[in-house]
DNA sequence: ACCCGTAGTCTACATTTGTAGACTATAAGT
DNA sequence: ACTTATAGTCTACAAATGTAGACTACGGGT
């Protein structure tokens, strides 16, 4: 695994790069701008620190650098998701679906949702 | 919500204090350092400064000082998931299980849980 | 060949976090 | 009342983070 472990706003800078990529220094600059309203320099900071920590990379082509990720939004999204089950579930998923359905966060359409998946899934390793 | 984010190692803190309470600092002392290994300052300062953030509170009884939790473990978990779930499923809970269950991260066991869980609620919604 | 703009690098500085030493106040026991 | 343990406060300092200015270099157009 590894992974350094990103900042919040480097992770912003990233979430450009997942949805959209490759694109260039200015192209991110200026989709963060309308998200965030960082200043130019901040982008670009933070674009160098994900570079040295290895969570995106850039490529020269033509004249251009081009800046694509290199961890996946997926290996992000395993990485908390599994520390937040255990800090606070002991890694079981059931008690983590539990506490939301309790607290009414899952509507009826949710509920379909998940055990429509659930279904697939007992279907499959069946 | 307020909730002043609190770091790592003050989350740790709070973690014992959630496991146990009311404590004295050595007692929370020597509960972490089996933990961590901290060192005994590192702890005090993590409590003074979790007590700065109205994370935790202390009242004296009888000579000592008792520290306890201000934020539940509930409030904590809530706005940790909230924030996940936001961050990568657009608030929604059903792409969260079917990520986990893709993953292969439930058991059968876990998925029967999660249906018993679901199957009541439906029941006490209907 | 020269200038300009876009992008990249270097430097900077306040705040937060991780980690801890040193000093102090105070309750409890003798 | 005095000592001592225990806890609380102050200070410290490096690394990480948030935020940004200043300077530079290179590719593209004229």
Redesign the interface.
């Given at each position: 695994m590894g992974g350094a472990k990103l900042s919040k706003s480097e992770?912003h800078v990233l979430d450009v790069l997942w949805s959209e990529h490759p694109l260039t220094a200015g192209q991110v600059i200026e989709r963060l701008q309308q998200l965030t309203g960082w200043h130019e320099s901040t982008i670009k900071t933070l674009l160098t620190r994900l570079v040295e920590k290895k969570a995106i990379a850039r490529r020269k082509d033509g004249g251009r650098f081009f800046y694509r990720p290199l961890l996946t939004?997926e290996a992000v999204?395993?990485d908390?998701?599994e520390g937040?089950l255990n800090?606070?579930f002991e890694g079981?998923?059931?008690p983590?679906?539990?506490?939301?359905?309790?607290?009414r966060?899952?509507s009826?359409h949710?509920?379909e949702?998940?055990?429509k998946?659930?279904a697939?899934?007992?279907d499959r390793?069946a």
């Amino acid at each position: 695994m590894g992974g350094a472990k990103l900042s919040k706003s480097e992770q912003h800078v990233l979430d450009v790069l997942w949805s959209e990529h490759p694109l260039t220094a200015g192209q991110v600059i200026e989709r963060l701008q309308q998200l965030t309203g960082w200043h130019e320099s901040t982008i670009k900071t933070l674009l160098t620190r994900l570079v040295e920590k290895k969570a995106i990379a850039r490529r020269k082509d033509g004249g251009r650098f081009f800046y694509r990720p290199l961890l996946t939004r997926e290996a992000v999204l395993i990485d908390e998701s599994e520390g937040l089950l255990n800090r606070f579930f002991e890694g079981q998923m059931a008690p983590l679906v539990a506490h939301f359905a309790e607290r009414r966060k899952l509507s009826k359409h949710d509920i379909e949702e998940i055990e429509k998946v659930l279904a697939k899934i007992k279907d499959r390793d069946a």
